[in-house]
């Protein structure tokens, strides 16, 4: 408004509804000693009021960055120990895993000597069982009992006929024939 007042050099009334322009130093030189001291101490007041404003503000933003840093401690350490059980739940998986893949290899073997005991497989012959069922690993083992038989020597002995005791007969005679003398 100055500016519209150097210019036209008049001064501006103000447009209705609105408040004067009042020049408050004029004014107050105007009143009286107790008016203007209670108008310095009611601006100290102001004042005082103001500082403490600012100085709880600035304890709220001290404040709230030590809860800000607080809660993102919290949150790196509640990540971290995340972290730590993911990564243990992952080793127990990996050890589960290995686990069960050994008792399935024992499975396995204890079936291939079961089967192999039950079609009178030698021992050493146990491990050349193929199947993954119990119904394979027989067909398996049939297959090898034929090709055993298959490529034995013809040539062989005959097995001695033994009596009822389990003694062979052969060894009775003999027996028999020493008891006489």
């Known amino acids: 408004m100055p500016d519209e007042q ?14 004067q322009a009042i020049d408050f130093a004029a004014w107050l030189a105007t009143q009286s000693e107790e008016t203007q001291a209670a108008y310095e101490k009611h601006v100290a007041g102001l004042k005082s009021a103001l500082q403490t404003e600012r100085e709880q503000r600035k304890e709220h933003e001290r404040t709230k960055r030590e809860t800000e840093r607080v809660r993102e401690e919290q949150e790196a350490q509640k990540l971290a120990e995340q972290q730590k059980w993911e990564e243990l739940a992952a080793r127990r998986e990996r050890e589960m895993a290995g686990l069960k ?11 291939r000597l079961r089967v192999a005991q039950a079609k009178g497989l030698p021992s050493e012959l146990v491990g050349r069982l193929q199947g993954a069922t119990e119904e394979e690993l027989n067909a398996d083992a049939d297959a090898l009992l034929k090709l055993i038989k298959s490529n034995a020597p013809k040539d062989t002995i005959p097995a001695t006929p033994r009596s009822d005791d389990g003694i062979p007969r052969e060894d009775k005679r003999k027996q028999a024939w020493y008891a006489r003398l």
């Open 6 to 19: 150097e210019r036209t050099g008049q001064e501006s009334q103000p447009e209705e509804g609105q408040p």
């Open 101 to 111: 893949a050994e008792i399935e290899q024992e499975r396995m073997t204890t079936l």
